[in-house]
């Protein structure tokens, strides 16, 4: 299996912050990255896909980078809606697999 | 509007078997664009996939469950269902139903997620 793990796992910013989250994947994935923002009591939504491409409706305050085993979430300039837990996932290959999160919680 | 919503139990006893179906409304099942699929998360933990369908039947599961994984789709009342066997404590989590968009391995469109709860 592909272990995806995030760093850090929990991270305090103030509104207007920029926050970045890295999620490194146990061997190469190329782009087949994927992020998700999940708030407590719902689902995951995702974010982004191909590491880089926004999914539609998402604000462009959020981007995507890397290829191979390294990538970012960046989140230009926090804003209230935006504390929440974030995961990574690969679509590499079977199983797809997660990051374990990472909390973006109000400084 | 692309809609999912789960539906079953939200107590299951050890040692039997958890059912749960994905109802879809706003899009189609027997669509070939798309896959469908179950993720599960035991509270206050991660997010683990446990398999995917295509309209077809056929199936990829997460070789960690896929002794007591079965993941089956019904195109005439556009559904799809999730049966895991033999269950345990660790098998208690909050078990969302998905569809997988463009490439089949990402999680565009999720349910709101149903908590099972494994204790006798």
């Known amino acids: 299996d592909i272990q995806m793990t995030q760093s850090p796992s929990s991270v305090s910013a103030s509104e207007g912050d920029r926050v970045t989250i890295t999620c490194r994947a146990s061997?190469?994935?190329?782009?087949?990255l994927a992020w998700y923002q999940q708030k407590p009591g719902n689902a995951p939504k995702l974010l982004m896909y191909?590491?880089?491409t926004l999914q539609s409706g998402v604000p462009s305050r959020f981007s995507g980078s890397g290829s191979g085993t390294d990538f970012t979430l960046s989140i230009s300039s926090l804003q209230p809606e935006d504390f929440a837990t974030y995961y990574c996932?690969?679509?590499?290959?079977?199983?797809?697999?997660f990051g374990g999160g990472t909390k973006v919680e109000i400084k | 509007q692309l809609q999912l919503q789960e539906s079953g139990p939200g107590l299951v006893k050890p040692s039997e078997t958890l059912s749960l179906t994905c109802i879809v409304s706003?899009?189609?099942?027997?669509?070939?664009?798309?896959?469908w699929g179950w993720i599960r998360q035991p509270p206050g933990k991660g997010l683990e996939w446990i398999g995917s369908?295509?309209?077809?039947?056929?199936?990829s599961y997460n070789w960690s469950l896929k002794s007591r994984v079965t993941i089956s789709v019904d195109t005439s009342k556009n559904q799809f269902s999730l049966k895991l066997s033999s269950v345990t404590a660790a098998d208690t989590a909050v078990y969302y139903c998905?569809?997988?968009?463009?490439?089949?391995?990402?999680?565009?469109?999720w349910g709101q997620g149903s908590l099972v709860t494994v204790s006798s």
């Open positions: 998905a569809r997988l968009g463009t490439y089949g391995v990402y999680f565009d469109y």
């Open positions: 369908i295509y309209y077809t039947g056929s199936t």
């Open positions: 996932q690969q679509g590499k290959s079977f199983p797809l697999t």
């Open positions: 061997q190469d994935i190329s782009n087949w």
């Open positions: 706003g899009d189609s099942v027997s669509s070939s664009t798309y896959y």
């Open positions: 191909g590491a880089s």
